[in-house]
């Protein structure tokens, strides 16, 4: 029986350690604290966080998927649960079969809104990372979500799945050392070559130009971008129009469809803006630009047994 417990202990020892698990990190979305903020903002929110953590290789779970298995009473009770205490994280970890519980903070207050990310383990609730930005307005929110996801989500993937494995030294290459400097004995003396003698002819004057005949181009560009922008703009509105005055008697549908045409369209918009009127404003600087100097430009032309040369000097406007 000695024998037998010993030769146990032995291999037991002798087994290998667990790994860690493989593959990405699974990342519920829980509903976030979003005291304050309106209807449509959070969906943006949720929407986008979703984008950001799959942009970074973690494979993400939305809590509507989660609900619509569970019969009424479960969801009411799992969504009205404390989602900063440990056995809602912990329940929501079980029922979502997700490694991190992720909970935004969208709280609106009087100089703008409190927005980040808090990470927690599923499998105990314990916090692993959090951050968290005070007056943000509320054309800042997606980029300040995805500025506290910069630092959330890496202290999650080295929480969980540990640092990135070192490169191989065999990958390595080895340091190369430069070619030994030639001595003083084998460079060889460098050849004079007689320059060819110059014809110069009488100086040209150049014609005077100015970029004042040019300006209609930009501004004419800035004002087709701005209109294409008004166009997105007023898409965007009606985007946010529609989905500001949905109800519960009324709700509307594939509300996924109209933020992401409004995303788009805002984006779009932002960007033929600033396009045109970068445009306007290069069309007025070259209109108000002054004329140029008349050019003085002098050509010269060199034969010789090996070929020929022509060139030109003088100043140029």
């Not at 009087?110 to 609730?125: H, L, N, P």
């Not at 800035?222 to 008004?230: C, F, Q």
């Not at 803006?273 to 970068?278: E, F, I, K, Q, V």
Request: glycine residues 6%; contains cysteine; neutral net charge.
């Amino acid at each position: 029986m000695l024998i037998t417990l010993v030769a146990v202990l032995s291999v037991v020892a002798q087994a290998p350690a667990a790994l860690p698990p493989q593959g990405p990190v699974s990342v519920l979305i829980a509903p976030p604290d979003a005291t304050g903020a309106p209807s449509h903002i959070v969906e943006f929110a949720q929407e986008h966080l979703a984008e950001q953590l799959e942009s970074r290789g973690m494979r993400v779970i939305r809590i509507e998927n989660v609900t619509r298995k569970l019969p009424v009473s479960r969801r009411r009770t799992l969504l009205r649960c404390k989602r900063t205490e440990a056995p809602c994280l912990q329940w929501l970890g079980t029922v979502s079969k997700a490694e991190v519980v992720l909970v935004a903070e969208l709280v609106l207050g009087t100089s703008g809104y409190r927005a980040g990310v808090r990470a927690y383990a599923a499998k105990d609730g314990a916090l692993i990372s959090k951050n968290l930005v005070a007056d943000v307005p509320e054309d800042k929110l997606l980029d300040t979500l995805t500025q506290t996801l910069d630092v959330v989500a890496p202290d999650t993937q080295r929480a969980l799945r540990g640092l990135p494995p070192a490169p191989p030294i065999d990958d390595v290459p080895p340091p190369t050392r430069p070619a030994p400097r030639p001595s003083v004995q084998d460079v060889p003396p460098p050849t004079v070559v007689a320059a060819p003698p110059l014809v110069e002819t009488a100086p040209v004057v150049a014609t005077k130009s100015s970029a004042r005949r040019w300006a209609w181009l930009p501004a004419a560009g800035g004002v087709a971008l701005a209109g294409v922008g008004t166009v997105f703009y007023l898409k965007a509105k009606d985007r946010y129009d529609t989905l500001e005055q949905a109800t519960v008697d009324a709700p509307v549908r594939d509300s996924k469809a109209l933020v992401s045409e409004g995303k788009q369209a805002q984006t779009v918009s932002r960007v033929t803006l600033g396009l045109g009127a970068a445009g306007l404003i290069a069309g007025a600087v070259m209109f108000l630009w002054p004329d140029d100097p008349p050019a003085q430009a002098t050509p010269s032309v060199a034969v010789s047994s090996g070929g020929a040369m022509v060139g030109l000097s003088g100043t140029w406007p």
